[in-house]
């Protein structure tokens, strides 16, 4: 049995083999033909070494070998980005990072089922001051009754403090709506009678220059720039001022300085009006949650009574 060597090419004088392999058997790598200039072990050039798998710009190997596939970008067709070509979108500009109750659509679902409630309970406290204002029986039984308005007050009262105290009674349902139809008919009962000492028509004249002022403010507050909410500090000094100054009004009866009162008293309100508007949007300094909108249908509802109150106020004092 004869065994055939096969020889190698012949090597040029001054030469190495062609090609040059690296040999890892030793412990210094040495390329045939031969030895490495350096001594302690080199590593292998950078150019010809593989990159770490999942790094940017290199992808796996889908057949599960050594080898990589050098990648400049993302070619995957779902993809947009291209980092040689197209910068990545800024981090406001991305919709994909838009956020649960921050979503535009959730704010304006919000914004609207506020303004529905709110215009539910107007509407029943303006069935009451219409009754409470053109019919006469009524009158003269609100007229004799008197405590009727104490205990209609210690109702608003109650359900006030449960519904502003009490969170999980004002976001679970249906007690949220029981709540809130409680402190809607008893403050209806309590405008309607304080509307019934009234002439029809300053009662009329309240009504319409409330509307025209509400719902100016409120498109005002929901157009501007300017953030109504970061003052919400001297809103509630201006509300304990007021407060002392009612106090002063019992005391000192004087036609001209409860006029005063009064146009103070709607001006301030006025604001409350605009900050607690300005609540809804989300995008100010202060924002209520779109689980709130019980809370925020009361904050508006008692922002316009006040303000219609004061209102009537005004007109009945200037008429004597």
């Given at each position: 049995m004869?065994?055939?060597?096969?020889s190698?090419?012949?090597?040029?004088?001054?030469h190495?083999?062609?090609?040059p392999?690296l040999d890892?058997n030793?412990?210094?790598p040495?390329?045939?033909?031969?030895a490495?200039?350096?001594?302690?072990?080199c590593p292998p050039?950078a150019a010809f070494?593989?990159s770490?798998?999942?790094a940017?710009g290199?992808a796996?190997?889908?057949q599960?070998?050594s080898?990589?596939?050098?990648n400049?970008g993302f070619?995957d067709?779902?993809?947009?980005?291209n980092?040689?070509?197209?910068?990545p979108p800024p981090?406001?500009?991305n919709?994909?990072?838009?956020?649960g109750l921050?979503?535009?659509?959730i704010?304006?679902?919000?914004?609207r089922?506020?303004?529905?409630?709110?215009?539910?309970?107007?509407?029943?406290t303006?069935a009451?001051v219409?009754?409470?204002t053109f019919v006469e029986p009524?009158?003269?039984?609100v007229?004799v009754?008197v405590?009727t308005?104490?205990?209609?007050?210690a109702v608003f009262?109650?359900?006030?403090?449960?519904i502003?105290?009490?969170?999980?009674?004002?976001?679970?349902?249906?007690w949220n709506?029981v709540?809130l139809?409680?402190?809607?008919?008893s403050?209806s009962?309590?405008?309607?009678m304080?509307?019934?000492?009234h002439d029809t028509?300053s009662?009329?004249?309240?009504?319409?220059i409330?509307?025209?002022v509400?719902?100016?403010?409120?498109?005002?507050?929901?157009?501007?720039?300017?953030d109504?909410?970061?003052?919400y500090?001297?809103?509630f000094v201006?509300?304990?001022?007021?407060i002392v100054?009612?106090i002063?009004c019992i005391i000192?009866?004087n036609?001209?300085?409860h006029i005063?009162?009064?146009?103070?008293?709607?001006?301030?309100f006025?604001c409350f009006l605009?900050?607690d508007?300005?609540?809804l949007?989300g995008?100010?300094?202060?924002a209520?949650?779109p689980?709130?909108?019980?809370?925020?249908?009361l904050?508006?509802y008692?922002d316009v009574?006040n303000i219609f109150?004061?209102?009537l106020?005004?007109?009945?004092?200037?008429?004597g």
């Amino acid at each position: 049995m004869t065994t055939e060597k096969t020889s190698s090419p012949p090597l040029l004088s001054g030469h190495p083999a062609f090609p040059p392999v690296l040999d890892t058997n030793m412990q210094s790598p040495n390329l045939q033909g031969g030895a490495a200039p350096c001594g302690p072990p080199c590593p292998p050039p950078a150019a010809f070494g593989p990159s770490v798998p999942g790094a940017f710009g290199v992808a796996m190997n889908p057949q599960g070998g050594s080898g990589y596939v050098v990648n400049a970008g993302f070619n995957d067709s779902n993809c947009v980005y291209n980092n040689q070509e197209d910068p990545p979108p800024p981090f406001e500009d991305n919709e994909v990072f838009d956020f649960g109750l921050d979503n535009k659509i959730i704010r304006r679902a919000f914004i609207r089922k506020v303004f529905m409630v709110l215009t539910t309970q107007l509407m029943v406290t303006l069935a009451f001051v219409a009754i409470f204002t053109f019919v006469e029986p009524v009158k003269m039984f609100v007229a004799v009754n008197v405590w009727t308005y104490l205990v209609s007050y210690a109702v608003f009262f109650v359900s006030l403090c449960v519904i502003s105290c009490c969170g999980n009674v004002r976001r679970r349902h249906p007690w949220n709506l029981v709540a809130l139809a409680v402190l809607t008919l008893s403050m209806s009962y309590m405008v309607g009678m304080i509307a019934s000492y009234h002439d029809t028509d300053s009662v009329i004249m309240a009504v319409g220059i409330t509307a025209v002022v509400c719902f100016t403010v409120v498109i005002f507050s929901l157009q501007t720039k300017y953030d109504f909410t970061s003052c919400y500090g001297m809103l509630f000094v201006c509300l304990i001022v007021l407060i002392v100054f009612s106090i002063l009004c019992i005391i000192i009866h004087n036609r001209i300085l409860h006029i005063v009162y009064a146009g103070l008293g709607a001006l301030l309100f006025t604001c409350f009006l605009a900050f607690d508007t300005q609540l809804l949007l989300g995008n100010k300094q202060l924002a209520l949650s779109p689980e709130e909108y019980i809370f925020a249908a009361l904050h508006l509802y008692t922002d316009v009574i006040n303000i219609f109150l004061y209102i009537l106020s005004i007109i009945g004092s200037a008429r004597g």
